[in-house]
């Protein structure tokens, strides 16, 4: 899956985050990826982090166009943001999937 959205798909960038995106006939459900290297931080916090993603993507999910791959790479400095403040930019950035104002 990441290989395939990282060469066919589209990037969208919002520091700490990179959100890579396909959207194709032959993708039946959407589905969720996460890149989070261990310079980021220690792993109770990588983990927040990829559940703070999977419960965005959750909420989102029956707002979406169509089916979609998505693939979130989280930057090293990621850790420097609240938690907050990190949700607040993965919701803006999920919410360019949707096709109203969820």
């Known amino acids: ?3 395939r959205v ?3 798909g589209t990037v969208l960038r919002k520091f700490p985050l990179s959100m ?3 959207h194709a006939d032959d993708i039946p ?3 969720i ?3 989070v290297r261990k310079r980021t931080g220690p792993a109770p916090l990588r983990n927040a982090m990829r559940r703070i993603l999977r419960e965005l993507f959750r909420a989102r999910l029956p707002h979406f166009i ?3 791959w998505v693939v979130f790479d989280v930057a ?3 850790s420097d943001l609240t938690r907050a403040e990190f949700r607040r930019r993965a ?3 999920l919410a360019t999937l949707c096709g109203s104002a969820a």
């Open 1 to 3: 899956m990441h290989r």
């Open 6 to 8: 990282r060469e066919e």
């Open 20 to 22: 890579r995106t396909l």
């Open 29 to 31: 459900d959407s589905r």
């Open 33 to 35: 990826g996460f890149v």
């Open 66 to 68: 169509r089916p979609v």
């Open 76 to 78: 090293d400095k990621a």
């Open 91 to 93: 919701d803006a950035m």
